[in-house]
């Protein structure tokens, strides 16, 4: 059986930036990834990453208005060390090999982005996450020695001893279906987001909350389920993203009069206001009837205002994307766009070292929730926060993995479980549901109940849907009988993850009775401080979930009111 002192879920930026830390460290470790590390969901990150590196900006400031996207949900200490720690991060990647853009005098160019006070988004063309994640690639490559490689291996479920510490995963190899145990001291998911719960959803198909489910099932409390971000600039059919970057580089939202409607919302920030202010303010225009397209369901993104010869340098994939996907050349004319789910600001909760509260198991990036987002993560943080976490989990996982002895533990029977799971999948006579159609139907009520607007009822029949949509999960049956690629199977397992990150989404929406951030309740339109300034923890117990709460940590920020 493998063992290893840090075992690692994930290859995007998150995982690959906890293994080279770990690595460097002097650990053992091992990467593992369902699909090959560079078709991580990370590699299609367009717009840019956040750091306070311009010689007229102080992180302090980039921290604040981190807190100020968040709604005063994120925790503060938390987002000072991210903020604090990024000009040496995103430095550290230039000297490793990153080209970010620079400008004529040769500096480090930074864009505009959207709730940031100054420009501080560092990019490479809007191909970000791509040059970020080649580049760390190549950089574990150095490391080989040390870093074993699970390519296209699937993990099923968490090994959890008698004492409760996570001591290694139970994982399919995708190529041969063969069920293999992994023993480590120390397992860190970096597993990323669970965007495929909604429908339509800027992430990739492999966006499955795979990690979150994992933690949940494993006992570890998720936190900040409730906050989910819906983009801005989304294509209305696909729901393929158009960066932010767009709007960085100068371009306008548009109504069916013409008008920049985002000076009604945000007077001073327009288009550039964060992510929740302006996906309301779509909304809004569209559910007025002065939407653009058929059914009236979208609005423009003019990008013809920033002169063409930019666009073509510094946007030319979502250049690429308006002409593929929408037929339309962004340089001569608007695109309809809408706002889409994006991200989820929630995950499993960890400290600021990437500590879950159970022995052994960490979680950093996308699938975590540190608290650095609260209830808004700011465009270009996200990056940097699979970054600084990602890295600290690794440090910390090696550091504790010098101290300690290689766990043991017979996972026989574990293995047999699993095994027997997916034979039982396999086995599934046609006549219930096919898997594809619960998940279009949870995605379509997901965006439909738990979106931009929300309310009561709205939410309490998403929370039934999902509970008879879990009963049917329990028979859909898949097409692919076979051992070898059989990503049939693997879609049935996701669909139960995906089913689990919903449950947790739904159930915190109904528990927050106010609105803050992504979370805007019409039954509950205002911000509640006095009794809504906590976060929503969410346990899997023997009798269902269970709802708890935890203190914002607050440092040097007290709440006020929000306005851009
Ligand atoms: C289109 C798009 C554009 C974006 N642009 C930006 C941007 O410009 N700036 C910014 O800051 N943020 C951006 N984001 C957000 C950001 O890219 C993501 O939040 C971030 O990249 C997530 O990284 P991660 O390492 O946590 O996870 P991911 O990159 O999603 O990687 C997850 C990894 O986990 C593995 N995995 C998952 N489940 C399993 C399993 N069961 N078994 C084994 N392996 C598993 C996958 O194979 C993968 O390697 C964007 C997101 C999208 C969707």
Known sequence: MPEHDVLIIGAGLAGQRAALAAAQAGASVAIMSKVHPVRSHSVAAAGGINAAISLDDDWRSHAFDTVKGSDFLGDQDAIEVMCSEAPGEVMHLEHMGVTFHRNEKGEMDLRAFGGASMKRTAYVADITGQALLHVLYEQL???????ERYEEWFTTSLLIDDAGRCVGVIARDVRSGRMESFLAKNVILACGGAGQAYKPTTNGLIVTGDGIALAYR??????????????????????ILITEGARGEGAHLLNANGERFMEKSAPNKMELASRDVVSRAEQIEINEGRGVGPNKAGIYLDVTVVPRKRTLEALREIVNLGRDFAGVDITREPIMIRPGQHYIMGGVKTDIDGRTPIDGLYAAGEVACVSVHGGNRLGANSLLDTLIFGRRAGEHA???????????????????????????IVRREKGGRRVSEIK?????????????????????????????????????????????????VLGALELSYMLDCAEAIVLGAIERKESRGAQ??????????ENWLKHINITA??????????????????PEERKY
């Open 141 to 147: 490559m150095k490391h080989h020695e040390q870093v």
């Open 218 to 239: 494993a006992g570890a409390p998720l936190m900040d389920m409730e906050m989910v971000q819906y983009h801005p600039t989304c294509l209305v059919e696909s729901g």
């Open 398 to 424: 090696a550091a504790r993995s010098a101290s300690m002895p290689m766990p043991a533990l017979n996972t026989v029977s574990r293995v047999q479980a699993d095994e027997a799971g997916i034979d039982a």
């Open 440 to 488: 279009d139907e949870l995605g379509e009520t997901m965006n439909r109940y738990a979106a931009v607007f929300r309310d009561e009822q709205g939410l309490q029949s998403a929370r039934e849907t999902v509970a008879r949509l879990k009963e049917e999960a329990g028979s859909a049956w898949i097409d692919d009988r076979g051992t070898v690629f059989n990503q049939d």
């Open 520 to 529: 805007f309740r019409t039954d509950y339109a205002e911000r509640d401080d």
């Open 541 to 558: 117990t023997a009798d269902g979930p269970k709802v708890s709460y935890s203190p914002v940590n607050i440092t040097q920020w007290e």
